[in-house]
């Protein structure tokens, strides 16, 4: 198993739970762009950390990982669902393939709807 975090700098928007794609659109409040949020990965835990603070999943309370619709030349989405928390965080990644590639090493289901 994989002792060492991963951790790469993005940006964050916290979404509705409803929303699945960047083809339906949607609204955020919340938002931050590269490089105000982190997110870090560990084999029990990953959390998001920005100027809203930290949005934190264990495997006990995830609902879901999936990839997030592109954003043209700019960034792939991580979309993040939790119990306990009425919406979803989306991370926004440079390099989002090596961001799923490092949450599987760690043993985290990710989709790949986009």
């Known amino acids: 198993m994989i002792d060492r975090e991963f951790s790469t700098r993005g940006g964050v928007a916290y979404v ?3 929303v699945r794609s960047w083809r339906l659109g949607y609204r955020s409040d919340k938002h931050a762009t590269w490089p105000f949020a982190r997110l870090r990965v560990g084999t029990s835990y ?3 950390s920005s100027l809203f603070g930290e949005f934190r999943v ?3 309370n995830l609902v879901s990982i999936s990839r997030f ?3 043209p030349v700019l960034a792939d989405g991580i979309r993040i669902a939790r119990n306990g928390h009425d919406g979803a965080v989306i991370f926004w990644a440079l390099r989002a393939g090596t961001v799923v590639d490092e949450l599987r090493r760690r043993g985290w289901p990710v989709t790949d709807s986009r």
């Open 69 to 71: 619709g592109r954003v």
């Open 46 to 48: 990953l959390a998001v």
């Open 58 to 60: 264990t495997r006990a």
């Open 16 to 18: 509705d739970s409803d």
